[in-house]
């Protein structure tokens, strides 16, 4: 079969940016800043409080989510600190430079304290846990940050200067530790492999010497493979796990003889130093690639106000957002059918809006401002709202010892083990997956990948048990209520009681012949 050429340094590279760069990363949010907890697609609903800031999160920019407070001050384009060389910037100082230029040549307005401005990008953390505090720059800068960013000059520049370069270090980091410490490692796993640790060499590069020893001491795929879910079992935001299975689809695609050239072209195009992102929804190639990993191309919101305000006859990537987390939330159109983010706010938008608006104790009125944008942030990371109608919409978990919320219960742990995988969901969302991985024998214990599937609206788990199977939740369809979850729990065991009976009874009869 043709397997992607895993010797070929630039079209390996360019296959890596669809995979990790674009499978992995990428989203409405990599041409701005956005601040875990705080940006919710092509807004900023948590703007100014701490307190929404994820853990240790700071300012990231770029398809590969660059962050600024842990990375700021390497040269651009690095993947571990290194000192500048003549010429080179680091990332906060080449983001202010390139910005503050398109301000000026835009009237756009910009501070003038660029030191101030520095130290802030350079900040992060929510205050808690002895972390430290991130400083949120004014708005009017953040605004124009983000025009220049997601400008055709912007994401260009952005392409060029940090996320090929970023990719293209981390694919090389990756194809040198494959060659001198990967002998075992089958050929056909050589692309999956490669991924895994490009993943790894962007996101948690700390990690890559367990990597090293485990093939060292003669570990082959399925070790390289082990080894990511066990990391990710202790840092749920390890997507390592993810860059394999779409490693895995993407070259299967690759060897259809029909998409192979389509894919090839793709890769050069990208590692292209004139190659611009804002044209890739008129490329052919750009989109089959895209589609390879579940991702749509992207266009810059031109009818999204300054203000972040979305109404009926707004249309983009903050209104696909904002339709994703309705649709998450279980809010459905105006005759009952799943919410479709089609990034068109019309009437379906508008009556799911105004449902969450009323279930929440909000105004009414249809217009997703700051507010509204805030409380379904919030509502998506299982935080209560403060007011009287969320209080009674999100009860405190039941005491029945049948709720796997009770830590008496059997499935508390599977429970817990979800809701720390997957800390942005609903409380009866994570009662729907507890449910569904009991029914599939996935436990705490044996739970391996947890794998959303953006593009179609599904989330698929799987487990590490040979007794266990894999299982789709479509989150198109609202949630069931936490009742319908454990009853489908009790159902479940008591069919499998039943089994057991049964089995335990043929063998007493058998015995007794």
């Known amino acids: 079969m043709p397997n992607i050429n895993t010797s070929d340094h630039n079209s390996l590279a360019g296959s890596v940016y669809f995979v990790v760069g674009r499978g992995t990363e990428g989203g409405p949010s990599s041409y701005r800043l956005s601040i875990a907890g705080v940006t919710s697609g092509a807004s900023d609903p ?3 409080d701490a307190n929404n800031v994820i853990a240790n999160s700071g300012y990231t920019f770029g398809a590969i989510q660059v962050d600024l407070g842990q990375r700021g001050t390497w040269p651009v384009g690095a993947v571990e600190n290194t000192s500048l ?13 390139q910005s503050n230029t398109y301000a000026k040549k835009h009237d756009l307005k910009f501070t003038g304290d660029l030191p101030q401005l520095r130290s802030d990008l350079l900040s992060h953390g929510n205050g808690k846990s002895g972390r430290s505090k991130i400083s949120f720059i004014d708005e009017d800068t953040r605004d124009s940050i983000n025009a220049w960013a997601a400008s055709p000059e912007g994401k260009q520049w952005v392409h060029k200067n ?3 370069p970023q990719i293209k270090a981390a694919t090389e980091t990756a194809m040198s530790i494959l060659e001198k410490h990967g002998k075992n490692i089958e050929t056909d796993r050589h692309f999956e492999t490669i991924n895994i640790l490009a993943k790894t060499a962007n996101q948690m590069p700390s990690q890559l010497e367990k990597y090293k020893d485990i093939m060292d ?3 082959d795929y399925q070790d390289v493979l082990n080894t990511a879910n066990d990391i990710k079992k202790r840092h749920s935001y390890y997507d390592a796990p993810k860059a394999a299975a779409l490693a895995e689809k ?12 389509i894919l090839d072209r793709a890769h050069v195009k990208v590692s292209s130093l004139t190659y611009d992102p804002s044209k890739e929804s008129n490329d052919s190639d750009i989109k089959e690639a895209l589609k390879a990993v579940n991702q749509s191309t992207r266009t810059h919101d031109q009818n999204h106000p300054a203000n972040g305000v979305l109404k009926l006859g707004s249309h983009g990537e903050a209104v696909g957002t904002l339709q994703a987390d309705l649709a998450a939330l279980g809010y459905t159109d105006s005759r009952g059918r799943p919410l479709h983010p089609d990034k068109d706010f019309g009437r379906d938008t508008d009556a799911a809006l105004r449902a969450f608006q009323h279930d929440h104790g909000l105004e009414q009125d249809g217009i997703a401002g700051p507010t509204t944008l805030k409380a379904v942030q919030r509502q ?9 109608a969320s209080q009674s ?49 996935i436990t705490a214990d044996n739970l391996s990948t947890v794998y959303l599937d953006e593009a179609n609206m599904k989330i698929g788990f799987a487990g590490l048990s040979l007794l266990s199977t894999p299982v789709l939740v479509d989150l198109n369809a609202r949630p069931p209520q936490p009742e319908q979850s454990i009853q489908q729990i009790q159902q479940y065991d008591q069919q499998q009681a039943q089994m057991m009976a049964q089995t335990q009874n043929a063998q007493i009869n058998t015995q007794r012949q």
Request: charged residues 25%; contains cysteine; glycine residues 6%.
């Open 46 to 48: 948590g703007w100014g």
């Open 380 to 388: 998506r990371h299982g935080q209560a709202i403060e007011s009287p």
């Open 162 to 164: 940090i996320d090929y």
């Open 85 to 97: 060389k003549q010429g080179e910037k680091t990332y906060v100082d080449a983001i202010i430079d």
């Open 217 to 219: 001491k003669g570990g």
């Open 250 to 261: 993407y070259e299967n695609i690759y060897n259809d003889p029909s998409k192979k050239e």
């Open 393 to 441: 919409a999100n009860p405190a978990p039941a005491s029945s010892d049948n709720d796997p919320r009770n830590p008496d219960n059997p499935n508390h742990a599977l429970y817990c083990e979800l809701h720390r995988r997957i800390p942005d969901t609903s409380e009866n969302r994570l009662l729907q997956f507890t449910a569904a991985c009991h029914s599939n024998r």
